[in-house]
């Protein structure tokens, strides 16, 4: 009789709505903080949600990912970590709603038509896809157990490599940080077998890559120009790119996007992301001036008729047409250039915000990708892209 009072009274503790759940409490101060938009002191200065939300998925991500300089499984914690964050984080997406039409029919036989909601599909068709790319990679680094090689702290930014009877030290670039951890392999360097396997990871990592960042371009491509960067562009698009690069594009009949390129001979990154603004900026001037062709004043058109240039909607919309297809060219060189002036513009200032996860997985991607590249190197390493994500991104086009 006392055991079974003793558990009554210990299932009415248990069900008592005063115990405080540390995880609930966490989940209520993420959701007040999402309707705050970041201002905890509720003075009405925060901002909109999609960035709020935006800046809890990149500090999450910086949590669980940023510090790991290291080709080995995640801890446990930190995947639990992940996978609750971001659940309580996407529970969002259920109110992301658009609404459709639809027929349905009476008891009586009569049609009507009605609003139904239904989930956003361009969340339906990334968010899937982005998930499905993100639980790859963790696949990826679970993989890495029982390797024939392993890390070492620095000590100093001044490391060389340094050999012995039981290890070689990969040297690193000065470039590098001093606080990443330095890789090691035995001194008849990696087995065929493991270099094979280390070969498929980076593959696979590779095509994450590329696969997230073609997600990313999509959701750019769709979101508003801002105005802000409207009222930056030259007056013309040939004082942007220069009189060269105009002639090539203006003069040929036969434009070739890639044999302009090759007379250029670019050689960095930073050179090509230096021409992709340029060129985009002169794209989009070309383009506002065809169709501001249509709402010319009578006195414009008389002396554009007076001069013989009334076919210069006509000029733009070729150029602007040659800027695209030589802007497409461009990066389809170099796959991994850095976001152009027009992209980070959108995703600083335009409020249809875009998804955040691309960046995320793009950037796990690539340390992946990079990390496992310096390991296949007999005395260096290979460049390792966007080892710390570095640069504010937006989760979702919110809902106007």
Known sequence: MEQQQFEFFANEKLEDPEIVDPELELMKDRFAKLLLGE????????????????????????????????????PKEKKAMWRREMDCLLSVCDYMVETQSSLQVLQDGTPIEVMMTQTRSDICVNLPALQKLEAMLIEILDNFQDTEFWYEEQGSRSSKSVSSGSFTRIELRKEEKWWVPVPC????GLSEESRKNLRH??????????????????????????????TTLPKSGRSSLGDSIYKQMYVPEN??????????????????LELADKVEASMYTWRRKAGLG???????????????????????????ERAESLLFCLKQRFPKLSQTS???????????????????????????????????????????QHRLLDRRCLLYRSIN
């Open 39 to 74: 201002d905890m002191s509720g003075g009405g200065k925060g901002v909109n949600t999609a960035v709020t939300i935006s800046n809890s998925i990149t500090n999450l991500y910086a949590t669980v990912f940023g510090h790991n300089h290291k080709l080995e499984p995640l």
């Open 185 to 188: 392999v035995p001194p008849g």
């Open 201 to 230: 990871k980076r593959d696979c990592a590779n095509q994450i890559h590329k696969a997230a960042m073609s997600i990313n371009s999509s959701i750019l491509s769709e979101m508003e120009i801002p105005d802000s960067y409207m």
């Open 255 to 272: 434009f070739s996007p890639d044999y302009l390129l090759d007379c250029l001979n670019i050689t960095s990154e930073h050179e090509a």
């Open 294 to 320: 249509h709402s010319k004043s009578s006195w414009d058109l008389v002396k554009d008729f007076m001069s013989e240039t009334d076919n210069r909607s006509d000029k733009n919309t070729v150029l602007a």
């Open 342 to 384: 027009l992209d980070i513009c959108k995703i600083q200032c335009n409020q249809l915000a875009m998804s955040a996860e691309t960046q995320n997985t793009s950037s796990s991607a690539g340390h992946g990708e990079g990390g496992i590249g310096e390991l296949l190197e007999d005395t260096g390493r290979s460049s390792i």
